[in-house]
């Protein structure tokens, strides 16, 4: 089993900043990527940023030179999203993405974890 946690959503103003972290714990045999998607009322969910084993990162338009996405230096399980100068259009529910072995060979699979709120307002 696979247990995926964020934390560190919450409030911020136009401006601010916020940094979101994800841990993964569980039977992981390898992690393929790891990221970050946010969904906004009546939006469907998308992708903010990713990062994959080999350090590789991708971002949305929207995000880049803003976000930065990371691996913790000594837990490799553990992911962070740097969000500054946030807008109000950043406001949604930020959800930790880990696509992963659970054992090798086999097949790689996507868990979640349970979102955190992002609100950015004056």
């Known amino acids: 089993q696979v247990h995926v946690v964020e934390s560190g959503g919450g409030l911020a103003q136009p401006g601010g900043s916020l940094r979101l972290s994800c841990a993964a714990s569980?039977?992981?045999?390898?992690?393929?990527?790891l990221g970050w998607f946010r969904q906004a009322p009546g939006n469907q969910r998308e992708l903010v940023a990713q990062i994959n084993s080999g350090g590789g990162t991708n971002y949305a338009d929207s995000v880049k030179g803003r976000f930065t996405i990371s691996r913790d230096s000594y837990d490799k399980n553990t992911v962070y999203l740097q969000m500054n100068s946030l807008k109000p259009e950043d406001t949604a529910v930020y959800y930790c993405?880990?696509?992963?072995?659970?054992?090798?060979?086999?097949?790689?699979?996507?868990?979640w974890g349970q979102g955190t709120q992002v609100t950015v307002s004056s």
């Open positions: 569980g039977s992981i045999a390898s992690i393929v990527a």
């Open positions: 993405n880990v696509y992963l072995y659970v054992s090798m060979p086999g097949r790689p699979a996507n868990y």
